[in-house]
């Protein structure tokens, strides 16, 4: 109705008869100026959907919706997209008891730092993906009462919202979600993390679920089941307080990528993967990246015969010390490019099992390697390589 007045800076709907009226989607979208809207006697008895109503109202700071009576609502999708201006809302009155989309219903609210949705009846919401996404000012976030037992996708669903301190979700009924990720992607701020009752059994993404959870110092996951997970890319990426990390539970059989999954966990001293079945994985680029204070490492048990990319696998792992990886498959591979780049404590290293035959690049493979004393490269070939920049004063064998 009012979509695209970007000049509109206030509207009086008192005696607007909106008895009849059933969708009020789009109704206010790109109103970028709008500061102010008059919704005494405005009924919404009879509307359906409200998807998109607000979104845009990027200059709008408050607004007043105690007229609203949303029992027939069925659509919040958006509702409030990038009402970046929004000091606070008071959804009190809200009957959500027969919503399903509460998708992106608060993205980018940027300047709210709190909101009261205990009230909230989320019992037949199926999509919550992007909820608060980028929410940045929110520090608090009560969501006890939130009924999640249908919702399938909760990707991105507090993605960005960097002030956030604590969230307890022990409540959340997750069995029917399959798609979590960048569920707390860049959540920098938050220092506790309740997953305790997270139910995973259908979930098959998980890809930078917790990156840059920058202040995590821990993270139980113990009773994650990960035994349909395709997808692990960067999953722990940047969790630059985590210590120490248990997940001897997780099954990896169908995991095809774990690109970046502990990339620059550098808090983290042992890291024990010796359950993990990698035999699917096809992509192992930059996974223990970074990883600066990491002693001891166990991945005696990964099979690497589908691994294509090891591109900066081991890169500034400074404090790691293993002679050998003689149980890795390297006969697919093509990119090794800064594998062991910075592994300063490394004295010897055997990868005389090594197959390189179809390896495109080896640049700066084992630079500042400084205490490489010994390596066995006695079988590698290098018909096919194409960069090859090794500089460093050891005896090769």
């Given at each position: ?128 993906n992007f909820m608060f996404s980028r929410c940045s000012s929110l520090t608090s976030l009560d969501l006890y009462s939130f009924n999640t037992s249908n919702v399938n ?245």
């Open positions: 109705m009012f979509q695209n007045c970007t000049q509109i800076i206030y509207i009086d709907l008192s005696l607007f008869d909106t008895s009849q009226v059933n969708d009020m989607s789009f109704m206010f979208q790109d109103c970028i100026s709008l500061l102010s809207i008059n919704f005494e006697n405005f009924n919404t008895s009879n509307v359906d959907s409200m998807s998109h109503m607000f979104f845009n109202c990027s200059s709008l700071n408050s607004i007043n919706l105690s007229s609203f009576e949303t029992s027939k609502n069925k659509d919040m999708y958006r509702m409030f997209y990038n009402c970046s201006s929004l000091l606070s809302l008071d959804l009190s009155n809200f009957d959500t008891s027969r919503v399903t989309r509460m998708n992106s219903m608060f993205y980018q609210c940027t300047s709210l730092k709190s909101l009261d949705l205990t009230h909230f009846d989320t019992s037949n919401v199926i999509f919550m996708d909760m990707a991105y669903m507090f993605a960005q919202s960097s002030s956030l301190t604590y969230l307890d979700l022990s409540n959340f009924n997750t069995s029917n979600s399959i798609n979590k990720n960048y569920m707390f992607s860049q959540c920098s701020s938050l220092t506790s993390l309740d997953l305790s009752h997270f139910n995973t059994q259908n979930v098959n993404n998980i890809s930078f679920m917790f990156f840059i959870c920058s202040s995590l110092s821990s993270l139980d996951l113990t009773n994650f089941n990960t035994s349909q997970i395709l997808n692990m890319n960067n999953l722990f990426s940047y969790c630059e307080s985590l210590i120490s990390l248990n997940i001897s539970n997780f099954e990896t059989s169908k995991v095809k990528d774990m690109d970046s999954m502990f990339l620059n966990c550098s808090s983290l001293i042992s890291l024990d993967l010796s359950n993990f079945d990698t035999s699917q994985v096809t992509n192992m680029r930059r996974i223990f990246s970074q990883c600066r204070n990491l002693t001891f490492l166990d991945i005696s048990n990964f099979d690497t015969q589908q691994l294509i990319n090891m591109k900066s696998m081991f890169y500034n792992c400074e404090k790691l010390n293993f002679s050998n990886l003689f149980n890795f498959n390297t006969s697919n591979v093509e990119d090794m490019f800064y594998m062991f780049l910075g592994c300063s404590l490394l004295n010897k290293l055997n990868l005389s099992n090594f197959i390189t035959s179809n390896v495109i690049d080896m640049y700066k493979i084992f630079y500042g390697c400084n205490s490489l004393l010994t390596l066995d490269i006695s079988n590698f070939d290098t018909s096919e390589v194409k960069i090859c920049h090794i500089c460093l004063l050891i005896v090769i064998i």
